[in-house]
């Protein structure tokens, strides 16, 4: 298992890492997730031992790592460039790791056949790395970073050069590998598609400081706070009045609806909100993006007395309703897209309605 204690990593005086904490138990996928500059990957680099720590410790399996090199850690690199070795056939790149004691040049081919049918390259050995297209690359890096059986893998925004297209068909065939391998990951992403696709757990980076980690289930339904709810798209942050029902258990309802659990804030994604005529909340169109699903507009909010409050929300309408700004729309909260906030939001950031109060 790995073990981050008070981890501090330092550029001069700016703390790229601050005082982390992590866990990661043998056989789990960590997603580190967090916007471009949060300190993610230097994260990665101070696990691996590419990067000095300031303070705080990485240890595996109760043994701290200080003094042990890079090369001696046992730990897998795969980075958004596979860097593959372009005078070596794609087996000659896999078979790389594997040039220690114990590997019998049997043994080699048969654990580079088992890696390249794992990620989709069956007989592709003796193909040469110019050949491949940039996805199939990737697929080979993940081999062999793969073929030594690593006792950590650290994964660097593995994907993030190819186009999403393929990254959505990749992330599949990587959660898998990883399944299958039993191999225990750190997985930098600043996509939340792609850490919710391949992770077991999910930490979010804020400043070079882990702001929650937990399911990822758990941690896109209950946000610590505003700033980890608006990175994980809410869009709306609400003040809410949590009750209990008549079966004991509880609801927060906010001016455009109600959501099952206890909550004082309520986060909002475009797809909470959705035009209906149905809906009870009344506005304006403020703005309209149009897309082939559903088109995202920007609503200003109206009262049941005709008032503007100061905020404005996102809502999702079909994308062949015929929208324009200035256009009167009635919105329904679908409480599938809500969020409940853990913490308390900072009321300048929240919507606010005096409807709540009366």
Not at 73 to 101: E, I, K, S, W
Not at 230 to 251: E, N, S
Not at 273 to 278: A, E, F, G, M, S
């Amino acid at each position: 298992m790995l073990a981050v204690r008070g981890l501090t990593v330092r550029y001069g005086s700016v703390a790229a890492v601050a005082e982390v904490d992590l866990e990661v138990p043998d056989g789990q996928v960590l997603a580190l997730l967090g916007p471009s500059g949060c300190g993610k990957s230097t994260l990665l680099r101070a696990v691996a031992g590419l990067e000095p720590a300031a303070a705080g410790t990485v240890c595996w399996d109760g043994a701290d790592l200080a003094r042990i090199p890079v090369h001696r850690r046992g730990f897998g690199l795969m980075f958004q460039d596979g860097v593959l070795f372009p005078h070596r056939t794609v087996a000659g790149n896999v078979v790389y790791g594997l040039r220690g004691p114990g590997w019998s040049a049997p043994a080699r081919d048969r654990r580079v056949a088992e890696l390249l049918e794992l990620v989709g390259l069956a007989g592709y050995g003796a193909r040469r790395v110019s050949t491949l297209s940039g996805g199939e690359a990737q697929r080979v890096a993940l081999a062999r970073a793969l073929a030594p059986r690593p006792r950590l893998l650290l994964l660097d925004e593995p994907l993030a050069a190819l186009d999403r297209a393929l990254r959505e068909r990749l992330l599949a065939d990587l959660r898998l590998a990883l399944s299958v391998t039993g191999t225990t990951a750190i997985f930098v992403t600043h996509d939340q598609q792609e850490a919710f696709a391949v992770a077991d757990r999910l930490a979010v980076m804020r400043a070079g400081r882990i702001a929650q980690c937990g399911d990822p289930r758990a941690v896109w339904s209950r946000p610590v706070d505003d700033w980890v709810a608006r990175f994980l798209g809410c869009t709306t942050v609400l003040p809410a009045r949590p009750h209990r029902l008549p079966d004991g258990t509880w609801a927060s309802s906010t001016f455009l609806g109600e959501v099952a659990g206890r909550a004082e804030w309520v986060g909002l994604r475009p797809s909470a909100l959705l035009v209906d005529q149905r809906g009870t909340a009344h506005g304006t169109v403020a703005a309209v993006v149009p897309g082939p699903e559903h088109q995202v507009l920007t609503v200003q909010l109206s009262g049941p007395d005709g008032e503007l409050p100061a905020g404005r929300v996102q809502a999702l309408a079909d994308p062949d309703a015929e929208l324009e700004i200035g256009s009167a729309v009635r919105l329904r909260l679908d409480p599938t897209g809500a969020a409940l906030l853990q913490g308390a939001a900072r009321a300048a950031d929240a919507v606010a309605h005096d409807t709540l109060s009366r």
